[in-house]
T-cell receptor, first 114, second 114 residues
Framework: TQLLEQSPQFLSIQEGENLTVYCNSS?????LQWYRQEPGEGPVLLVT?????EVKKLKRLTFQFGDARKDSSLHITAAQPGDTGLYLC??????????????FGQGTILTVHP | DSGVTQTPKHLITATGQRVTLRCSPR?????VYWYQQSLDQGLQFLIQ???????AKGNILERFSAQQFPDLHSELNLSSLELGDSALYFC?????????????FGPGTRLLVL
């Protein structure tokens, strides 16, 4: 059972279009992170959101954490070919022996065509 | 470059064999995490070590084991290898014990079991 469901799995769009990737769960997370991974490399952290309802912006990327801290979204405005990659959400649930244990979604493969 | 190094970059071996993957964390980081990434399972947390001690355990098989040495580098040992163990294995590191802090991922080791 996947704790974090990402959608869509694949996204192929033209340069200049907007897009949104969703990360949903029935579980509450203490914090949620978004990563971007390029072929042949490890994931790179984009942002961490910790407060329900929090919105963070990173240039053309907007990240939102749901009020109940069960879901998150990543919105990209005016996508560019350089945005192409695998986008992963990852949740952290505090308590017990969780320490640094992150639960990752299946990922969204984004392709932006020139 | 995340500062995390992993060796080897590629590994091809046969079923039933045993391999060792090595990871050197970023300078100053005390935690090391191991992840497995496959097409069907996505990125799965395996195990975390902090300053030489096991801190958190995920979906790690009994055939797999890990340790962190006094110089903080870590090794992941995979034994009695099966075809299904073919995957990308990532190591990540962080300063503290985890939670929502940033984990820096290495470039990964691609394991192919024939």
């Amino acid at each position: 059972t996947q704790l974090l469901e990402q959608s869509p799995q694949f996204l192929s769009i033209q340069e200049g279009e907007n897009l949104t990737v969703y990360c949903n769960s029935s579980s509450v997370f203490s914090s949620l992170q978004w990563y971007r991974q390029e072929p042949g490399e490890g994931p790179v952290l984009l942002v961490t959101v910790v407060t329900g309802g929090e919105v963070k912006k990173l240039k053309r990327l907007t990240f939102q954490f749901g009020d109940a801290r069960k879901d998150s979204s990543l919105h990209i405005t005016a996508a560019q070919p350089g945005d192409t990659g695998l986008y992963l959400c990852a949740g952290f649930r505090a308590g017990g022996t969780s320490y640094g244990k992150l639960t990752f979604g299946q990922g969204t493969i984004l392709t932006v065509h020139p | 470059d995340s500062g995390v190094t992993q060796t080897p970059k590629h590994l091809i071996t046969a079923t039933g064999q045993r391999v060792t993957l090595r990871c050197s964390p970023r300078s100053g980081d005390l935690s090391v995490y191991w992840y497995q990434q496959s097409l069907d399972q996505g990125l799965q947390f395996l195990i975390q070590y902090y300053n030489g001690e096991e801190r958190a355990k995920g979906n790690i098989l009994e055939r797999f084991s890990a340790q962190q040495f006094p110089d903080l580098h870590s090794e992941l040992n995979l034994s009695s290898l099966e075809l299904g163990d073919s995957a990308l294995y990532f190591c990540a590191s962080s300063v503290g014990q985890g939670g929502s802090e940033t984990q820096y991922f290495g470039p990964g080791t691609r394991l192919l079991v024939l």
